[in-house]
């Protein structure tokens, strides 16, 4: 099993750019994650999925969209980059809720200028 | 607000034993959570402890748990080069089904040889 998979490990954009950020696991896990990880800080939520078709906000979801249409995968996708959203972005999975482990992937390491 | 204090840094020698420490907030978190993140992974659980619990012994790792100060720690014995990483304490709300962690901002544990 690859668990949990991101893809790019590294981007530089520009103000205003877009992108999205890709997750899948194999795990057939429910629950899926973003969080992102400034510099010195622990993780914030972004967003989260419950299970395909149902999402919802975290603690900084403002400047990101997401959307779950398949277990598997979890896209997080930035619109109208701007330099705050500099961060490293980690995506994890969990096959339930409350206390179940979280999985998480590698990680992708996002600078905007 | 929820929240979790960690120290920043911690330099041990080999052999000797680590105590990371975490304070919290939030006196309804049924579960508190260590994580270890090695430079450029994603995090990785190493522990938890479940509210009612004082001590929970898992091979070199004791985590200790006082609620009435809200004070939890990790310690690590005989620690080894291999456990230079930056530790991440995080507690999950009360009924959080989502499985809404609060991160600290993690401790980075250096081990000289």
């Known amino acids: 099993n690859a668990g949990v998979t991101q893809t790019p490990k590294f981007r530089i954009l520009k103000i205003g750019q877009s992108m999205t950020l890709q997750c899948t696991q194999d795990?057939?896990?429910?629950?899926m994650y973003w969080y992102r990880q400034d510099p010195g800080m622990g993780l914030k939520l972004i967003y989260y999925?419950?299970?395909?078709?149902?999402?919802d906000k975290g603690e900084v979801p403002n400047g990101y969209n997401v959307s779950r249409s398949t277990t598997e995968d979890f896209p997080l996708r930035l619109e109208l980059a701007a330099p705050s959203q500099t961060s490293v972005y980690f995506c994890?999975?969990?096959?339930?809720?409350?206390?179940?482990?979280?999985?998480f992937g590698p990680g992708t390491r996002l600078t905007v200028t | 607000g929820e929240d979790v204090e960690q120290s920043l840094f911690l330099s041990v020698r080999e052999g000797d034993s680590s105590v990371i420490n975490c304070t919290y907030t939030?006196?309804?978190?049924?579960?508190l959570y260590w994580y270890k993140q090695e430079p450029g992974a994603g995090l990785q659980l190493l522990t938890y402890?479940?509210?009612?619990?004082d001590m929970k012994q898992d091979q070199r790792l004791t985590v200790l748990l006082n609620k009435k100060d809200k004070h939890l720690s990790l310690r690590i014995a005989d620690t080894q080069t291999g456990d230079s990483a930056i530790y991440f304490c995080?507690?999950?709300?009360?009924?959080?089904?989502?499985?809404?962690?609060?991160f600290g901002k993690g401790t980075k544990l250096s081990v000289k040889p």
């Open positions: 995080a507690e999950i709300l009360y009924g959080g089904s989502q499985g809404n962690l609060i």
């Open positions: 402890i479940f509210s009612n619990m």
């Open positions: 939030d006196s309804s978190s049924t579960y």
């Open positions: 795990m057939n896990h429910n629950y």
């Open positions: 994890a999975s969990s096959y339930g809720g409350g206390t179940y482990e979280q999985y």
């Open positions: 999925s419950v299970g395909a078709g149902i999402t």
